[in-house]
């Protein structure tokens, strides 16, 4: 699978009862969805269960798809410290499944994947399904309510491709001291 692309990144969004993973292939600078789901962990009663579930199925993920990077959604903060702690251990669990496999990891706030999505840091779940399935040509039928964890997954992959195709530009001096002392032979 992995000749069929140049790149392909996972991407995640964490969840402790719900859990959305895309895939996304690029190929000749185009980026494709390849799969999408979730992983669904209500079953569970017991947290360390879904955390063992979300280390298998992560893991189990990136040895079939093989992808080169992993782009995951950051911990957002709220009132509830239990649901962010909760949501923060099923995050690590999955940054481990993936770097047992040595996979480079990036994080992305929610309202930075929104923005590079939508355009709008403050798009609805709803928003960012619409123009994933605009922008990568995803049907209809495949984009169902039940996948909006999924599509939020794609779309933190679909914002790591965009991030690491800008240009960075040269860092240059902090001060007029600091170039002096870099270019002594430029002062005539």
Not at 154 to 183: D, M, V
Request: aromatic residues 6%.
């Amino acid at each position: 699978m992995t000749k069929d692309w140049d790149k392909i990144i996972i991407g995640i969004d964490p969840g402790t009862n719900v859990m959305g993973y895309g895939i996304l292939g690029i190929k000749r600078g185009k980026p494709q969805c390849i799969a999408l789901g979730v992983i669904k962990l209500n079953r569970l009663e017991d947290h360390y269960m879904r955390l063992r579930r979300i280390y298998d199925r992560v893991r189990a993920l990136v040895e079939q798809y093989l992808p080169d990077e992993m782009a995951i959604e950051a911990p957002f903060f709220g009132k509830n410290v239990q649901s962010m702690l909760k949501l923060g251990r099923a995050q690590g669990v999955a940054m481990a499944a993936a770097l047992s496999r040595e996979v480079p990891i990036t994080e992305y706030e929610p309202r930075k994947i929104k923005m590079a999505i939508t355009g709008n840091g403050a798009a609805s779940k709803e928003q960012v399904r619409e123009m994933l399935r605009r922008i990568l040509s995803i049907p209809h039928e495949r984009l169902d309510e039940e996948v909006l964890d999924a599509t939020d997954a794609l779309g933190a992959a679909l914002c790591h491709f965009y991030e690491s195709q800008r240009p960075t530009l040269p860092k240059g001096p902090k001060s007029w001291k600091e170039f002096i002392a870099k270019n002594p032979d430029r002062l005539a």
